[in-house]
C-alpha cells in the first residue's frame, strides 16, 4: 500500500514538469470561467454560494449538482482525457485513479471553490450599489 501511494505521489509530481503542463494553466482556468459565470447567475437568480449550498441545503443538493456538472462536466472530462493521454505517452500505462485525481484538482476544485466565492462577492457588491443608489435618490438638494 505504501508503494502505491509513493508511485501515486511520484507520478503527480511528475506532470508539474512534464509533457502537456500547459493543461494544468488551462484546465483550472477554464474552470475559474465557468464558476465565475455559474457564480454570478447564482447572484442574480439570490442563490447560496454553490459550496455551503451543497453542504447544508439537502433539499435542493440533487439539482446543484445537476447544474453544477452541467457547467463544469465537460472540463472535467478533457482533464480525464488529456490526463490519460499523458499517461500513455509518459508512463506507457494508464493508472485511471491517478486521472481522476488529477481531474478532481484541475476542474472540480477551483469550480468549487470559485462559484460560491464570486456568488458572496457579487451579492456584497450589488448591496452596496443598491445602499448607495436609494441614498442618492433620498438625498434633497445640493
Not at 509533457?19 to 447572484?43: H, T
Not at 457588491?125 to 438625498?139: D, F, L
Request: aromatic residues 8%.
Amino acid at each position: 500500500m505504501h508503494d502505491m501511494w509513493l508511485r501515486i505521489s511520484d507520478n503527480l509530481m511528475d506532470r508539474v514538469s512534464g509533457p502537456l503542463k500547459f493543461r494544468l494553466v488551462l484546465q483550472p482556468l477554464m474552470a475559474c470561467v465557468y464558476a465565475v459565470i455559474a457564480g454570478l447567475r447564482d447572484a442574480r437568480n439570490g442563490k447560496s454560494p454553490y459550496l455551503w449550498g451543497l453542504i447544508t441545503d439537502s433539499a435542493n443538493r440533487t439539482t446543484m449538482i445537476r447544474d453544477g456538472w452541467k457547467s463544469v462536466g465537460k472540463v472535467f472530462i478533457i482533464a480525464l482525457i488529456v490526463d490519460v493521454v499523458y499517461q500513455l505517452y509518459e508512463l506507457h500505462f494508464v493508472y485511471p485513479g491517478e486521472a481522476v485525481i488529477v481531474a478532481l484538482i484541475l476542474a472540480i476544485i477551483p469550480y468549487l471553490i470559485l462559484r460560491g466565492l464570486v456568488t458572496r462577492i457579487a451579492r456584497t457588491n450589488g448591496a452596496a450599489s443598491r445602499n448607495s443608489h436609494q441614498e442618492s435618490k433620498t438625498r434633497i438638494g445640493p
